[in-house]
């Protein structure tokens, strides 16, 4: 039997994302779903409902969906404490796959677009298994979690506002067809779909510079950490050899150098001393001067601010996604892009 996506819900689902607007300076986007700050000792994180109504939080980055290819040649989602089989038997699998049922997440998906935001299924992370073609995925992508129909639905009738491609290893994966694929399929849908992208900070990135300069890609969150002499702690030094980098993004953007002239350029951080890298986080303060001042230097390309993840934002003190959400918004204008 194949669920098929009730048209109601398209619809719903089309008005829920009326409140973000991909043209403004000021957006905050946060990863959900690892848990990561766990390990620092802070609390689990929550379901995602419970940062439906936090309007410091425009887009949440649903992570991971880390392997593209497992039992029965379905994709493998992970989501922690919230929705993981592997350490939770009575998540629900769908029979033949290890493709997770996480009906409850699909109530609070509806629920956050409702509210305004915009929920991107992140694909890949530090550990993930780029094992399938790039035809075969992107239409179960479709199926699975758009406006598609399939038999196995991990959010019921949810429908996600788009995908992000956070490949930090390199792999015989054709990014640049699914990403094609994938702008296709949102032309024939009856809403606006996004595709992303987390490119590390070294210009160009090794894993996803040629998707950026080859295919249509609507935001980049630029990975300024765990990379050493771009990260955001190098921010104020004078450029080369070691400074955050911002500035060789901005002019590729003004060369022309990315296949959307128009691509939204984000500032991403960990939110917490121990989410990444130690020696690349900086505190709540520190970034939000820094993305006040790149803000206010790179008035075009600059479309906000990236967090991860949502663990380490709410047990930071100040919480880390308002704080650099609201040193945005005292510099914060929306222009017309396509």
């Known amino acids: 039997m194949y669920f098929f996506v009730p048209l109601v819900a398209v619809m719903c689902a089309a008005l829920g994302v009326m409140g973000f607007d991909i043209s403004c300076n000021s957006n905050m986007a946060v990863y959900w779903g690892q848990n990561s700050g766990a390990a620092g000792s802070l609390p689990y994180q929550q379901p995602l409902g419970a940062y439906c109504d936090d309007d410091s939080v425009d887009i949440i980055l649903l992570s991971f969906l880390y392997i593209l290819k497992g039992q029965g040649g379905y994709p493998v989602l992970n989501f922690a404490n919230i929705c993981d089989y592997t350490k939770n038997a009575s998540v629900p699998v769908f029979p033949g796959t ?10 609070d998906i509806k629920r956050c ?8 299924l992140s694909i890949g992370g530090a550990t993930a298994q780029l094992n399938s073609d790039a035809g075969t995925f992107s239409k179960q992508i479709w199926d699975l979690f758009m406006e598609g129909s399939s038999e196995f639905r991990p959010f019921d009738d949810a429908i996600i506002d ?3 491609l956070d490949f930090e290893q390199q792999s015989q994966f054709d990014t640049i067809q699914f990403a094609n694929n994938m702008n296709n399929y ?5 809403r606006k779909y996004y595709l ?6 070294p210009y160009p990135d090794a894993n996803l510079g040629n998707l950026l300069a080859q295919s249509h890609v609507d935001m980049a969150f630029i990975q300024f950490y765990n990379s050493g002499w771009c990260d955001n702690s190098k921010y104020g030094l004078p450029h080369w050899p070691e400074s955050m980098n911002y500035y060789m993004w901005d002019a590729a953007w003004r060369n022309n150098s990315f296949a959307n002239p128009n691509m939204r350029l984000y500032v991403g951080s960990t939110a917490g001393s121990s989410a990444g890298n130690p020696s690349s986080y900086v505190s709540p303060d520190f970034f939000a001067n820094e993305l006040k001042g790149l803000q206010k230097d790179y008035p075009d390309s600059f479309g906000g601010a990236m967090t991860w993840d949502m663990s380490w934002a709410y047990g930071s003190s100040p919480n880390y996604a308002t704080n650099a959400k609201q040193a945005m918004m005292a510099g914060s204008k929306c222009s017309v892009y396509a």
């Open 162 to 164: 788009g995908i992000d």
């Open 98 to 107: 290890e493709l997770m049922h996480c009906s409850d997440m699909g109530v």
């Open 186 to 190: 949102f032309k024939s849908g009856t």
């Open 196 to 201: 992303t992208a987390a490119p590390q900070c």
């Open 113 to 120: 677009q409702e509210k305004g935001k915009i929920i991107l």
